[in-house]
C-alpha cells in the first residue's frame, strides 16, 4: 500500500451541519458507501465534521455492542491529535477507510437527522468566537483527544462512554460553527461523566 493511502485531503469547506449531511447523501445514492468516500467528498473544515461522525455514533445505544467504544474512541482520538497538529490532510488507517454500508441504510440514517441539524444551524452563530480560535481552540481540541484515549478504560462503566461521546459532538458542532458558547455546553457532560464514574465505584 502507498504511504499516503490514508491520508485524505478537503474537497469542500463546509460551515453548517446541514450543509454536511447534505454531502453525504448525495454520496449515499450508490449503492455501497465507504468511509474513504465519505470523507474525501466531506473534506476537513478544520476536521470538525469528520469528528462529529464517531462522536455522535458513540453517543447512540451502539455504545453498548462490546469494543464499539474503544473503537470510535481511538478514531476520535486520531482525528484530534492531528487537528492538535495542524495537519492539512485526515489520515485514517486504511482497514477503517475501506469499511462499507449499504447506501440505502446511510441515506436513511442521515434523512433521519437532517432536520435536527437544520434546528441546530438555525441557531449556533458567532458568540463567543475567541474560544473558536487559537489558542484557545487548542482546549476543546485537547478534550477531544484524550476522551477519545480514555473511551477504552471506560468499556464496562455504564453510559460513561455514550456522555463522552456526547461531550465530543458538541464540542466538535462548536468548532465547526464557530460558537463558543456551544463548546462551553460540550463541557458540561465531562462534569456528569465525573458523577457516573464515582456512582460506579462507590
Not at 481511538?74 to 492538535?84: F, N, Y
Not at 469499511?99 to 432536520?115: N, S, T
Not at 463548546?183 to 462507590?202: D, E, F, K, R, S
Request: charged content about 10%; some cysteine; proline content about 6%.
Amino acid at each position: 500500500m502507498h504511504p499516503n493511502a490514508g491520508a485524505l485531503g478537503a474537497s469542500t469547506q463546509l460551515t453548517s451541519l446541514s450543509a454536511v449531511i447534505g454531502q453525504v447523501l448525495l454520496i449515499a445514492q450508490s449503492e455501497r458507501v465507504s468511509l474513504r468516500k465519505v470523507m474525501e467528498q466531506v473534506g476537513d473544515a478544520s476536521f470538525a465534521p469528520v469528528l462529529l461522525l464517531p462522536a455522535v455514533a458513540v453517543a447512540t445505544p451502539l455504545s453498548g455492542v462490546p469494543f464499539f467504544s474503544s473503537l470510535m474512541g481511538i478514531v476520535i482520538c486520531l482525528i484530534s491529535l492531528q487537528m492538535l497538529l495542524r495537519r492539512r490532510q485526515i489520515w485514517l488507517p486504511d482497514w477503517v477507510l475501506r469499511r462499507r454500508l449499504q447506501g440505502d441504510v446511510v441515506c436513511k440514517a442521515f434523512q433521519a437527522i437532517y432536520p435536527a441539524a437544520r434546528w441546530i444551524d438555525a441557531r449556533t452563530g458567532k458568540r463567543l468566537h475567541i474560544l473558536s480560535h487559537r489558542p484557545f481552540v487548542y482546549i476543546p481540541q485537547l478534550i477531544c483527544l484524550l476522551s477519545g484515549a480514555i473511551m477504552p478504560l471506560l468499556e464496562f462503566v455504564p453510559f460513561s462512554s455514550s456522555i463522552m461521546g456526547a461531550g465530543v459532538a458538541l464540542l466538535a458542532v462548536g468548532m465547526l460553527a464557530r460558537d463558543g458558547l456551544v463548546i462551553l455546553l460540550g463541557l458540561l457532560p465531562y462534569g456528569l461523566v465525573g458523577w457516573v464514574i464515582m456512582t460506579a465505584t462507590a
